[in-house]
Structure formats: structure tokens, C-alpha cells
């Protein structure tokens, strides 16, 4: 990067942790550090709730899932608002009404401890898990752009992660996540109108839409059935409506976020307007990645965009190999400007019959280019076999780096480190409040003063934040980080959301049967997932319809003294 662009990051970051630090003063009690007063209105409410949502992870990794699968993944969001809308009516007046920190002290006042604990467990094995995972996507960024190693920087960004969370509690979170959005929305603006404008001058906004909807980028909406299909308009409804009703109902990441808001109103049109903003701004973060394929068509891609990964087979006996495949998809390349030009030549003459022959044969070298990708791959695991394998998560950054101008790869480097810090100290926050108020203080420690509540969690978001560190080390092997970070929530989603639907509406079952059925429920899920019956998003569907089937047989056998 240049002077100017580690002037403009630099700059960045100081302005919003300073503006953290100035909005949290004053914190005298847990209530001040993990509610914030209960003060905040409905726009902040708003915009922490997305920005916990949208960490590194859906800046680094949405455009390239869409460079790749095309905008398919944008389903996953399409049972968001009708999940929002079942939120307001049920969830948030109850949480409101018995003025908990957590989500999961109602369970105990409807169940029992026991089931209590279990709930917080599941919460805080997949929090602190995906937490790792997004502490690891900005790390990717130093490590690609500076050559660290990426296990040092993981532990550098972790830490300072750990440090702003813990001197801010959920103040300075919420706060800084409406400026860090602020400047998100705007980079991300810039940064799709250079891809456009980048792409040859006879090549305008609607005729890159074109050419990406020929080669199916455009795949916003797929209608075919299939349960092992991760994306299509069935599993997006119906999967991602009780993903997203597990995600902001009983995640305290984001159950967090609207017990902030000053009331039950400010709460509902906090997680309303969400619900309305959600799918659009997605919508828009893949768009980009849709017109990124379409700039790549037209310049000349790397055969891998892990560009530290092919120095080092460079460097390796694979070296002469992976050159020579090199060479052979730069001819490749060669050949799809040529077609893609004649594509968009035929588009806007309308010449339908030009347009599918062009489209034949730009599908079919871009076919060949792909196979040449994986003979890559492979050259690049025989060379390192710890290497990993998928670029998914480097094709914006590469882009950004080499073809935007000084100062903006810098403010959208910033961008993914804005929202890094804006997801994860959410989450640490999260797990902090769910470990002292819901295990801690109630099982430990039940009578001591504020002051040393508010230590204990402070130390607590300390500890989480090494362990999301740890994780952050593995997280390499994980593939495209937004996939990863949605398959482990639905490990976990379903049977936490089943608890709380019975919790409720169903008042006949009591803690004992929720608490057996939820524990084989869990088996259950890991297990379907590890046979690969079905794609992740259903196991949202199944875990919860698990625990309330399960619940009502085990409640049958149960001795009557023991049903409650």
C-alpha cells in the first residue's frame, strides 16, 4: 500500500476508537457495560444489529462467493423480514417485560436451571467459534498485503479487539458500529462504482449486467428443489426464516444489540427496519462480486488470487508446473476478451442468435480456465499441504489492492477492519454477559457488589477473546469464511431456537423433557450434518422441530412429579 493509503487506515481506526472510548465513559456496573443504560434509540439499535451481523467476513468473503457461485447466496437472507416480524410480536416484549441481560435467564423463570445452562453452553461453544473465524478474516488482509505470518496477526488483531472491548462494553460498541457503518456504506459505494468504471469505456453499468447474467452470476432466485442445495428459494425462506429467528431471538450477540434500546418500541423498529435493510445491502455486497467476474473477464485474472500461497509453489519443486499452467490460462484469458467483447457486441445489437453462440463459447473457455484453477490447486497442495486451498476469501482484496486508486484501498482496507471490530466486540461482549450473568453470578458468585461484577466481566471478555484467538489459528482450512461461519450457526441454531419455542408457546412442557430432548436433538443435528443428508441451512428447520417433537414424547413417559 501507499504513503496516503496507510495514512487514510491509520486515520480511520484512530477516529473510531477514540469516539468509543469518549461515548463509554462513565460505566459504574455491569447494567452501564452490557446494556448501556437501556439508552440507546431505535437507529443505533439498527445499526448495531447490522453491523454485528455484517463482520469482516461478509465484506471479504460475499463478493467472491459471488465471483464464484454467482448471487444465489443473497436466498439465504429472503426469510429475514417475516423472522423479524415474529420477533416483534413475541420475543422482545417478554425480554423488555422481565428486564433480563441475557436471553437465557426467561428460560430458568420458565424451566429450570438446568436447561438454563444448557442453552447459555450451546450459545457460547458457537459464538466463541464463529468469533474466531471473524477474527481471522481481517487477518488475512495483513498477512496478504504485508507478508506476516498468520498466526502472529491473528494474535495482533485479537488483542487489540480484546483491549477496545473490554475499556468499552456495549456503549462504545454500539456507538462505534453507526460511524464504522457510516463509512462502510460509503467505501462500498466507491468501490462498485470503480469496478464499473474501470471496465473498458464502451462498457457501461447495465452492460456488465448483462454479460454477468449470461454467465450466470445473476442467479438471484433458483426455484428447483433440492434438500443438499445450499441456496435456492426453499431453503432461503423456510431454512433462513428460522435461522434468523434463532440468530436475533436468542443470540445474545444480537439479543444484546436491542435490549439496549430505551423501549419496546425503539426495540421492534430497530429489528423491523432491519428486516427491510438487510436483503437490499446484501443484495449490493454481491452485486459487486457479480461485476467483479465481469471486470475479470475483461483483464486478465491470477490463476490463484492467493497471491502469497503462488509465491511460495513458486518457490517450490511445483514451481516449473504451476508456470507452465500459468501460461496456458494467460491464452486462455487472451481468448476471453475477445469473446466477452463479442458478447456484449451481440447484446446490444440484440442478436439473439449471436448472443447464445458467443455465450457457448465464452462459458465453454471459461470452463477450461476453471479446470486449469484446479490443477492448480493441486500443485499448490502437493507443494504445502497445509495450504489452503480456497481463494475464495482473497478475490475482492485482490482487486481492491491492485486496480483501486491511492487512499481508497486504504479506506476500504479500513472497511474491513471497521467491521471486524464492530462484529467481534459485539460477540465478545455477548459471550462476556452470558458467562458472568447467566454461569458466574448464578452459579459462583450470587451476592457481590457492581464493582466487582464489573471486573469479573471484564476479565471474562479477556478470556474469550484469547479462546476466539486460538480458533482464529485453525480457521485456514475452513474455505469461504461466510459459509463456514452460517454452517457452524446452524449446527447450534436450531436446537437453541426449539428450547425457546417451547419455552413460548407450548407451556404444557416443562425444563426436563426441553433440557433430554434438546441434548439429543444436538446429537442428532451434528450427526445428519457429518452424513451430509441434507445442506446446512435445513438443519435450522430439523433441530428445532427435533427438540419439540422429542419434548412432547419424553414428556409422555415421564412420571407425573417430575414433568415440570
Known sequence: MSVLDWIVLSATLAVIILYGVWKSRGQKNIHSYFLGNQSMPWYIVLLSIIGTQASAITFISAPGQAYTDGMRFVQYYFGLPLAMVVLCITFVPIFHKLKVFTAYEFLEQRFDLKTRTLTSILFLVQRGLSTGISIYAPSIILSSLLGWNIYWTNIVMGGVLIIYTMSGGTKAVSYTQTLQLAIVFTGMFLAGW??????????????ALHVAGKMDRLNVVVTDFDWKDRYNIWSGVIGGFFLALSYFGTDQSQVGRYLTA?????????????????????????????????????????????????????????????????????????????????????????????????????????????????????????????????????????????NLPKGLVGLLIAIIFLASWGSVAAALNSLASTTVVDVYKRMVNKDDSDEHYLKVSKWWTLIWGIFCIVVAQFASQLGSLIEAVNVLGSLFYGVILGIFMIAFYIKRLGGTATFWSAVISEALIITIYKWDIVSFLWLNVIGCGLVIILAFLIHCCLPEKIKR
Do not use: C, W
Request: overall charge neutral; aromatic content about 10%.
Open 262 to 402: 430505551r423501549s419496546v418500541t425503539e426495540s421492534r423498529l430497530g429489528l423491523l427496519m432491519n428486516g427491510l435493510v438487510k436483503v437490499p445491502m446484501q443484495f449490493l455486497i454481491l452485486l459487486i462480486g457479480a461485476l467483479v467476474f465481469v471486470f475479470y473477464l475483461y483483464f486478465r485474472s491470477p490463476i490463484f488470487f492467493n497471491e502469497a500461497q503462488l509465491d511460495k509453489t513458486y518457490q517450490s519443486a511445483q514451481g516449473p508446473a504451476l508456470k507452465k499452467l500459468e501460461a496456458h490460462y494467460n491464452e486462455l484469458a487472451a481468448v476471453k476478451q475477445q469473446q466477452v467483447k463479442a458478447l456484449a457486441d451481440a447484446l446490444a445489437a440484440k442478436d439473439e442468435n449471436t448472443v447464445r453462440a458467443t455465450q457457448r463459447n465464452l462459458q465453454a473457455t471459461e470452463s477450461a480456465a476453471a479446470s486449469l484453477r484446479e490443477q492448480a490447486v493441486k500443485l499448490i497442495k502437493k507443494a504445502d499441504p497445509a495450504a489452503d486451498d480456497n481463494d475464495t476469501n482473497y478475490i475482492f482484496l485482490h482487486f481492491v489492492v491492485h
Open 194 to 207: 470503480m469496478v464499473v468504471h474501470l471496465l473498458p469505456k464502451d462498457i457501461g453499468f447495465s452492460d
